[in-house]
């Protein structure tokens, strides 16, 4: 894990979830499905990324016009995007 202070607004890139035009959120269904240590993980990598960017391109990098990945590995040697 990479430190950081958790201070309010001292996020590098802050982080925001793909919504379609309908009002749905992918990521957010996915995530509802994965178990709680899994979530958990993605969580703290998302949150090293906000506050710790750049961190290297092990841990996120950019997709497309204002859009950052952030990498997780998660139990069972399964990794996320």
């Not at 894990?1 to 201070?7: A, D, E, F, N, W």
């Not at 178990?35 to 950019?62: M, Q, T």
């Not at 859009?67 to 998660?74: D, N």
């Given at each position: 894990?990479v430190p950081y202070p958790l201070t309010p607004g001292?996020?590098?890139?802050?982080?925001?979830?793909?919504?379609?035009?309908?009002?749905?959120?992918?990521?957010?269904?996915?995530?509802?499905?994965?178990?709680?240590?899994?979530?958990?993980?993605?969580?703290?990598?998302?949150?090293?990324?906000?506050?710790?960017?750049?961190?290297?391109n092990a841990a996120g990098s950019l997709a497309g016009?204002?859009?950052?990945?952030?990498?997780?590995?998660?139990?069972?040697?399964?990794?996320?995007?």
């Amino acid at each position: 894990m990479v430190p950081y202070p958790l201070t309010p607004g001292l996020k590098r890139l802050p982080a925001r979830f793909y919504r379609s035009d309908s009002g749905r959120e992918p990521v957010q269904r996915v995530a509802e499905g994965l178990e709680r240590e899994d979530r958990k993980a993605i969580g703290e990598d998302i949150k090293d990324v906000e506050f710790s960017w750049p961190i290297g391109n092990a841990a996120g990098s950019l997709a497309g016009r204002e859009l950052w990945e952030a990498r997780s590995s998660l139990a069972h040697g399964r990794n996320v995007i």
